[in-house]
Nanobody, 125 residues
Framework: QVQLVESGGGLVQPGGSLRLSCAAS????????MGWYRQAPGKERELVAA???????NYAASAKGRFTLSRDNAKNTVTLQMSSLKPEDTAVYYC???????????????????WGQGTQVTVSS
């Protein structure tokens, strides 16, 4: 019903920058929240940053001051601009969204949580 397509990962040197983008598509009625999580090898998945429909943004302590999350409501996209990257930022980054869809069969508007496939970010010299 809903697909999240990520782009922008890659290899970058410490201190460098990367931009991650995520586009939501499908049977979308509205998006309540959209953001990024990451999972490093041997660690649990953690929130990086998320933005809700009203525009409020929540950042992990490790991301504050270095990462900026923006959202284009018209295009159903979010962009994570990452700067001053550190080796500890190395992880698979996943887009996540709380999306309300329209079910024409039941004539209802169910809320669901969706994940992208993940994109690798590697910070290394």
């Amino acid at each position: 019903q809903v697909q999240l397509v990520e782009s922008g990962g890659g290899l970058v040197q410490p201190g460098g920058s990367l931009r991650l983008s995520c586009a939501a598509s499908g049977n979308i009625f509205s998006i309540k929240a959209m953001g990024w999580y990451r999972q490093a090898p041997g660690k649990e998945r953690e929130l990086v940053a998320a933005i809700v429909s009203g525009g409020s943004t929540n950042y992990a302590a490790s991301a504050k001051g270095r990462f900026t999350l923006s959202r284009d409501n018209a295009k159903n996209t979010v962009t994570l601009q990452m700067s001053s990257l550190k080796p500890e930022d190395t992880a698979v980054y996943y887009c996540n969204a709380d999306v309300r869809t329209y079910d024409s069969f039941t004539r209802s508007y169910p809320m669901g949580n969706y994940w992208g496939q993940g994109t690798q970010v590697t910070v290394s010299s």
